[in-house]
């Protein structure tokens, strides 16, 4: 018969064991709201209706950490009926392509993909397969394509080029509307974010009807450093992980979509407020960082050939955007905050190890500050 003390001892064993085994949750099933403005049904991008998303994840033998995420902004023919769209630099060290069209002509014509930094070109070069093969692309001879990257080369054997034009192609087959996979997926699978394992995130928020009752969705890729806070708690001090203390550097890809009806000026104008959300959270953009927010409005096309020699949209005036541009504040941020919750413990390329963020000492912190009741 075991002693009473040995049972003790095995239960906390299995106790810990399960401890350790459960699954992550986002930063809202603690009970943690960022912002005034309401989520969407998902909490996620693919709440503005339309947007798919898809993921490939790639964790072979000790030393692939990568992936690609791919978001595709409408279910038509992206390249024949463009989404208006504009890109802000927060911090340009980065190898995003197709940034100087967008910026010129305020629209765009592919699929969005992330990855790490020396797959871009291999993204690119697929997504331009992926456009020249739809129907009724049979004539095109120039396209567009955008990539944004973030570099996990502590976690991953970047420069072994492990992500190939078929998994690009794979991620854009497989993406869907409803819920986004976060933390260690995609894109994420080998970044590092505050000095924690960093990953996608995700997250959205839904106007009321009184000021448009439009949705503002964004979706991040966090690889970056500064002193992590949320909600206004300096978590990164209290946990003493923080730049400066720590060699914390990197980049943040950031992706925001609205079905609000703005032009290019405006869009450009929205992403600014999305890098704010990245301050909210304690990013400080550093030299090392390449920091980059797409957004793009799902309310209207540009076709790519027209009859009329005008293009004529209904836009939203400059005195009604301003609740987007909180919504876009919040929601990056929270998608922020996602990433972290989400991701798990990692060991990679050369035994590299990067810890989770500590979840449970995190929510303790935010309880004693009163942000969860």
């Known amino acids: 018969m075991r002693s009473r003390s040995g049972i003790l001892l095995l239960m906390a064993l299995l106790l810990t064991g399960l401890s350790a085994a459960r699954p992550p949750k986002r930063a ?9 403005v309401p989520a969407g049904p998902l909490n996620a991008i693919t709440d503005v209706p ?12 000790t030393s692939v950490r990568t992936g690609v995420t791919a978001i595709i902004p409408h279910t038509g023919n992206l390249f024949q009926q463009k989404c208006p769209a ?3 630099i927060g911090n340009g060290f980065g190898k995003l392509t197709g940034i100087s069209q967008v910026d010129e002509l305020g629209t765009l014509e592919t699929p969005i993909i992330l990855t790490n930094t020396l797959s871009v070109p291999t993204a690119a070069d697929a997504l331009i397969d992926y456009t020249l093969s739809q129907p009724g692309n049979e004539q095109v001879r120039s396209v567009n394509a955008v990539v944004g990257e973030t570099n996990d080369g502590y976690l991953n054997d970047i420069r072994g080029r492990h992500v190939t034009k078929q998994h690009v192609l794979d991620a854009l087959r497989q993406a869907t509307t409803g819920p986004v996979a976060e933390g260690n997926v995609g894109a994420g699978t080998g970044t590092v974010c505050f000095g924690f394992k960093g990953g996608i995130g995700t997250a959205s928020r839904k106007l009321p009807a009184s000021l448009g009752g439009y949705t503002v969705g964004a979706l991040v890729q966090t690889n970056f450093g500064g002193v992590l806070q949320i909600a206004g708690v300096p978590v990164g001090v209290e946990l003493g992980k923080y730049s400066y203390k720590e060699n914390l550097d990197g980049s943040c890809m950031m992706v925001v979509i609205t079905d609000a009806p703005l032009d290019a000026r405006n869009l450009k104008r929205l992403a600014k407020r999305a890098f704010m959300g990245l301050a909210q959270t304690g990013g400080i953009a550093s030299n090392g960082s390449g920091d980059y927010v797409i957004a793009v409005s799902t309310a209207y096309q540009i076709p790519h050939e027209s009859k009329s020699p005008f293009d004529e949209q209904k836009v939203l005036r400059n005195d009604n955007v301003s609740p987007l541009f909180m919504a876009a504040i919040e929601a990056t941020e929270e998608a922020i905050i996602n990433s ?20 449970d000492r995190v929510v303790d912190l935010l309880k004693k500050a009163g942000v969860i009741k």
């Not at 339309?50 to 033998?61: A, C, E, M, N, S």
């Open 86 to 88: 504009a890109i802000y």
């Open 28 to 36: 809202r099933d603690y009970g943690l709201r960022l912002g005034v």
């Open 340 to 359: 972290l919750f989400m991701a798990q413990t990692m060991t990679g390329d050369q035994n590299h190890n990067i810890e989770a963020l500590p979840v």
């Open 50 to 61: 339309g947007v798919r998303v898809g993921q490939i994840t790639l964790q072979q033998g």
